[in-house]
T-cell receptor, first 111, second 111 residues
């Protein structure tokens, strides 16, 4: 099992603030994905990053894959209450079918 | 149309019973998965099927038996349910190595 540690575990911020969530591992991943999960629902894919150093933007969300493909970050600009949810990073390693999920970051954006 | 569907949404049963959860995807994906999400929201893969063949079988008790009658379906049968089996079970599908699409989850409660 390849462990992906996310930090912080919990984050509560005011609407309009910026935040960064980190996903770290000692293992190399062929690709890394970010998901958001809302209560009572399944995770929803936000982005996949494949190349070391890659940066992808999705409106106010910016995702970066580390140069060594062992870590990733998610930055949210001007957070909104609709951003509230559980954010999960996940990486493929040890085979194309082995998707390992991170420990999760629970974000609450207060109006 | 629902991309990945699971039934039932909720399942409450007594210890020792046998139960099944069904999953269907209409995305044309060749790979399907079962995950278990515990009370701390950690998501762990249980099984992965590619073109109806078992690819991954993580450390899961043999009381859990997946069955894939065709590429669009992956069912999970659980024998002799135990208290520790209580969790939310998610089905997902993807193209091999791609982003995964999750079902809404089945909340299993063993009394």
């Amino acid at each position: 099992t390849q462990l992906l540690e996310q930090s912080p575990q919990f984050l509560s911020i005011q609407e309009g603030e910026n935040l960064t969530v980190y996903c770290n591992s000692s293992s190399v991943f062929s690709s890394l994905q970010w998901y958001r999960q809302e209560p009572g629902e399944g995770p929803v894919l936000l982005v996949t990053v494949v190349t070391g150093g890659e940066v992808k933007k999705l409106k106010r969300l910016t995702f970066q894959f580390g140069d060594a493909r062992k870590d990733s970050s998610l930055h949210i600009t001007a957070a909104q209450p609709g951003d509230t949810g559980l954010y999960l990073c996940a990486g493929y390693g040890g085979g194309a079918n082995n998707l390992f999920f991170g420990t999760g970051t629970r974000l609450t954006v207060i109006p | 149309d629902t991309a990945v569907s699971q039934t039932p949404k909720y399942l409450v049963t007594q210890m020792g019973n046998d139960k099944s959860i069904k999953c269907e995807q209409n995305l044309g994906h060749d790979t399907m998965y079962w995950y278990k999400q515990d009370s701390k929201k950690f998501l762990k893969i249980m099984f992965s099927y590619n073109n109806k063949e078992l690819i991954i079988n993580e450390t899961v008790p043999n009381r859990f038996s997946p069955k894939s009658p065709d590429k669009a379906h992956l069912n999970l049968h659980i024998n002799s349910l135990e208290l520790g089996d209580s969790a939310v079970y998610f089905c997902a599908s993807s193209h091999l190595g791609g982003g995964q699409f999750f079902g809404p989850g089945t909340r299993l409660t063993v009394l």
